[in-house]
């Protein structure tokens, strides 16, 4: 098999260590302190205190009130639940095509530009320097600071900008609001922003809000517990961080369960599979844990995993989370709840598969990923994409150099 050439495509490399308090990027894999800005606070639509203000708000457009909590004793939903309120957040770097298979990514130390990758087939589809990118029906919804000032690879909580929209189809992009934000995330009725000063500022500030699809306005948050752009959402449910537990809201009908109490020390949730999966701090270890969500029952499992960006694809009865261990990934089998780390297979990435992957994403058919040398510097790497059946999981694009010895 000839040489592959391929451009050097390199990608932004998050630091490990965010900024106290703002870490709100949902690709770092550090353990966030309860009651930090970086927790999962999260409320389902906007809503605000002053009648003034609801006035200015569609009826569809807010969050019922909230009822008296219950303990947790199960959530049932439908498929039309899901369709109507499906969350997807955004990233600095990728976000997947759910329609149409495949990926957009921005390169990162490249040219900064967004592509598309399917099928081993790359193309540029806009010249703009865009980040917290997320796609839903079609569009990619993003944040853009024409003067690029705001964007240093290397620290994610530099980026900020205005509120824009790309038709995938049509190549046509739009501002939707002035608004400044750092992370997104799109539902069937807007988008949930959030917006925070550097660490440098002399007054720091936080912002939360939703723009509204059916209005066009911004309509800001009384609170981050009414923002959006770090919840998990199950069917017509979302789970909120508040006091130091979570719990569970119907999206419907405003009722409130406590699904997760102060004393269980969770840190973080991921929904996967039809359960909620967490981790809880246990004498300084972190543990994992699962709700069956139908009927309320946890159980604390056997297997040590960090659960950030855990992923599963379809009909796979695997997940996926990024490894700390070079060229790998680890993936958990519920059934028999155990964790594998998996060395990737055919990795002909010019580095020799000497890279740590970062938040793992998905199209529902293969797993894509950031990846980065270790290194905390600019040597920026690149974007890969595997695939993964069952344990087995293969390099099967990238865009780093490919290596000739290798093929």
């Given at each position: 098999m ?5 451009p050097?495509?390199v ?6 260590l965010?900024?106290?308090g703002y870490?709100l ?6 353990l966030?302190e309860p ?5 999962k606070t ?10 003034k ?14 009822k008296n909590k219950t303990a ?11 369709a109507?309120y499906?969350?997807?957040k955004g990233?600095n ?5 759910r329609d149409?298979?495949?990926i ?6 490249y040219?900064n530009y967004?592509y598309y ?6 193309k540029?589809?806009?010249?703009k320097?865009?980040s917290e990118?997320c796609y ?11 003067t690029?000032?705001?964007y240093k ?5 530099s980026y ?6 790309f038709n ?7 501002e939707l609001?002035?608004t400044?934000?750092?992370n997104?995330a799109v539902c069937n ?11 440098d500022?002399?007054?720091?500030k ?10 066009g ?7 981050k517990?009414?923002n ?7 069917g017509?449910?979302?789970i ?5 537990a979570?719990?569970?809201i ?14 269980e020390?969770a ?11 967490y ?6 270890e972190?543990?994992?844990n699962?709700?069956?969500l139908?009927?309320g ?5 056997k297997?040590?995993l960090n659960?950030?960006?855990?992923v599963q ?6 997940m ?9 990934i ?24 000497n890279y740590?992957a970062?938040?793992?994403?998905t199209d529902?058919?293969?797993l894509?990923t950031?990846?980065?040398?270790g ?15 069952g344990?087995?999981?293969s390099?099967?694009?990238?865009s ?8």
């Amino acid at each position: 098999m000839g040489k592959i050439i391929k451009p050097i495509i390199v990608a932004g490399i998050a630091l490990p260590l965010l900024f106290a308090g703002y870490s709100l990027n949902n690709s770092s894999e550090k353990l966030q302190e309860p009651g930090t800005t970086a927790e999962k606070t999260v409320m389902a639509k906007e809503v605000t205190k002053s009648t003034k203000e609801k006035s200015k708000t569609d009826k569809k457009d807010a969050l019922p009130e909230i009822k008296n909590k219950t303990a947790f004793k199960g959530a049932e939903w439908t498929k039309e639940d899901e369709a109507k309120y499906a969350l997807y957040k955004g990233s600095n770097a990728i976000c997947a095509d759910r329609d149409n298979g495949g990926i957009y990514y921005v390169n990162w130390y490249y040219d900064n530009y967004l592509y598309y990758w399917k099928d081993g087939e790359t193309k540029l589809i806009l010249d703009k320097w865009v980040s917290e990118i997320c796609y839903m029906d079609g569009y990619i919804y993003c944040i853009y600071d024409e003067t690029g000032k705001t964007y240093k690879a290397d620290i994610t909580p530099s980026y900020e900008g205005k509120i824009c929209s790309f038709n995938v189809n049509t190549g046509k992009f739009k501002e939707l609001a002035e608004t400044k934000a750092k992370n997104l995330a799109v539902c069937n009725d807007g988008l949930y922003y959030s917006w925070f000063t550097g660490p440098d500022a002399k007054e720091q500030k936080e912002e939360y809000g939703f723009y509204s699809f059916s209005d066009g306005k911004v309509h800001k948050s009384a609170s981050k517990q009414e923002n959006g752009t770090m919840q998990e959402r199950y069917g017509k449910y979302a789970i909120v961080y508040r006091d130091r537990a979570y719990n569970i809201i119907n999206l419907e009908n405003g009722s409130e369960q406590l699904l997760l109490p102060a004393s269980e020390n969770a840190v973080r949730v991921k929904i996967a599979d039809g359960k909620c999966y967490y981790n809880a701090l246990e004498d300084n270890e972190l543990t994992l844990n699962v709700i069956n969500l139908e009927d309320g029952k946890k159980q604390k499992l056997k297997a040590a995993l960090n659960i950030s960006g855990m992923v599963q694809l379809n009909n796979s009865g695997y997940m996926y989370t990024r490894s700390n261990i070079s060229g790998s990934i680890n993936v958990y089998d519920p059934v028999k709840d155990k964790v594998k780390t998996v060395k990737v297979e055919d990795a002909y990435s010019a580095t020799d598969s000497n890279y740590f992957a970062e938040c793992l994403h998905t199209d529902g058919e293969y797993l894509y990923t950031l990846v980065n040398n270790g290194m905390y510097d600019n040597t920026g790497t690149g974007i890969i994409v595997l695939n993964a059946d069952g344990i087995n999981i293969s390099e099967i694009w990238s865009s780093l150099g490919y290596n000739d010895a290798n093929l």
